[in-house]
């Protein structure tokens, strides 16, 4: 710095010496921004976009409007209580036409079909015979052709239809859906599953991230309580399974689990069981494995608070008359808070997420809402779905970060 002033002064140029402490000042924050611009592009790239366009296929599907333009156009027109008149008919044959001649039918259907199941069939039939409609009456002739075009329903799904905004995904989500008249009723009974989805997604996430808090306090504590001579071959213990990947560590569970694997052997030769136990392919086998692959998430914050508190504290407590639980109780334990926070709330939010450990080890009543994410993503293609969904439990993650920071307060968090 002392050079730098040294050159300005005496430098023959006559620009005040603000304005050029100004200038290096602009030249260093430029330099800043250089060099953290592609960890920038890389958020914005990799997680900024990707979760905008999740949110927004959530509530916008632009498929009607833009392959029924006519139809859309022609329901303005329509006051939502009868049928719709003749000339909406006439441009729904026009719109059919077109769909068959640019092989868009299939695409009109598969919408239409997710409000009303097995519409997709007669759309793509009506698309094909709409050919034969050469002059009108268009409305009799197209009900001739399939009576779906005499229903109400239809019509109010297509007028619902012309925004390119729609709640229908999220409703879903939440197992609501639009009726006959465009109101908003509870899905049928069969159809009616997210919601306890999604209560067992939270549920199994609390029990994982009890289970590694009882598991994972005391192993803190004893590592931060030894000497290091035995402690640092311990925490490498802990740290190990962190190399090998998730597929490969509960896949090894498989083969530990199953109903002659090697636990279930061990436990009939020491005569615990007299036949083997359901271990795999339940929530026992899904809260067991996922609680082993979180336990070092939950463990290492707990460790790295630990690490640096003093034992005189705990002893100066015994001193004072203490006994050994309530010096622990009062003393010890409430510097740990903050670790047990950050382990508690990490294992937490990754569990929210789990999808190859579900998908294992458990059973069909213990898949989590990721694995429907990806079945709408993979099977049913059905982007809006998949987004609803997701955008539900981004909602919910942060709904419930929220809370903590109220109850707990993030600024309490300590990762060690």
């Known amino acids: 710095m002392a050079t730098l002033a040294v050159r300005i002064v005496d430098s023959t140029d006559s620009t005040p010496l603000r304005i050029k402490l100004q200038r290096v000042e602009r030249r260093r924050r430029l330099s800043a921004f250089i060099l953290v611009l592609p960890l920038l592009l890389l958020i914005l790239l990799a997680f900024v976009l990707p979760i905008g366009r999740m949110m927004l296929n959530a509530i916008h599907d632009d498929t009607l409007p833009a392959l029924m333009p006519q139809t859309m156009a022609a329901l303005s027109r329509w006051d939502g209580k009868n049928l719709p008149d003749e000339s909406v008919y006439a441009a729904l044959v026009g719109d059919l036409k077109q769909a068959w001649a640019h092989k868009t039918a299939g695409a009109i259907g598969k919408r239409i079909n997710y409000e009303l199941p097995g519409a997709s069939s007669q759309v793509m039939w009506s698309a094909r015979k709409a050919s034969t409609l050469s002059a009108g009456p268009y409305k009799a002739g197209l009900i001739g052709i399939n009576p779906l075009w005499g229903q109400h329903d239809v019509w109010s799904l297509l007028e619902r239809g012309r925004s390119s905004y729609t709640a229908l995904y999220l409703l879903r989500s939440v197992d609501y859906q639009y009726g006959p008249d465009s109101q908003i009723v509870s899905s049928p009974p069969e159809n009616a599953i997210f919601r306890d989805i999604f209560l067992?997604?939270?549920?199994?996430?609390?029990?994982?991230?009890?289970?590694?808090?009882?598991?994972?306090?005391?192993?803190?504590?004893?590592?931060?309580?030894?000497?290091?001579?035995?402690?640092?071959?311990?925490?490498?213990?802990?740290?190990?399974?962190?190399?090998?990947?998730?597929?490969?560590?509960?896949?090894?569970?498989?083969?530990?689990?199953?109903?002659?694997?090697?636990?279930?052997?061990?436990?009939?030769?020491?005569?615990?069981?007299?036949?083997?136990?359901?271990?795999?392919f339940n929530r026992v086998g899904a809260i067991v494995v996922m609680t082993h692959i979180q336990l070092p998430f939950t463990l290492l914050p707990i460790y790295g608070v630990m690490k640096p508190i003093s034992p005189s504290l705990v002893r100066a407590a015994r001193s004072l008359g203490a006994g050994p639980f309530y010096a622990f109780w009062k003393v010890y334990f409430p510097q740990t808070l903050p670790g047990i926070a950050a382990g508690c709330l990490l294992t937490f939010i990754l569990c929210l997420?789990?999808?190859?450990?579900?998908?294992?080890?458990?059973?069909?009543?213990?898949?989590?809402?990721?694995?429907?994410?990806?079945?709408?993503?993979?099977?049913?293609?059905?982007?809006?779905?998949?987004?609803?969904?997701?955008a539900i439990l981004l909602t919910t993650t942060l709904l419930l970060y929220y809370v903590f920071n109220k109850l707990v307060g993030v600024d309490r968090i300590k990762m060690g």
């Open 200 to 280: 067992r997604t939270i549920g199994i996430s609390i029990g994982v991230t009890a289970a590694t808090l009882l598991l994972g306090f005391p192993v803190a504590y004893l590592l931060a309580t030894l000497p290091p001579r035995i402690s640092n071959p311990l925490m490498i213990m802990v740290v190990l399974p962190l190399w090998t990947s998730v597929l490969v560590r509960t896949t090894a569970w498989v083969v530990l689990l199953q109903q002659h694997g090697v636990i279930n052997e061990a436990m009939m030769g020491l005569h615990i069981i007299s036949h083997p136990a359901e271990l795999i």
């Open 353 to 390: 997420g789990y999808y190859i450990t579900p998908a294992l080890v458990g059973g069909p009543a213990d898949q989590m809402i990721s694995y429907f994410v990806a079945h709408y993503t993979n099977e049913e293609l059905n982007w809006g779905m998949a987004s609803a969904l997701g």
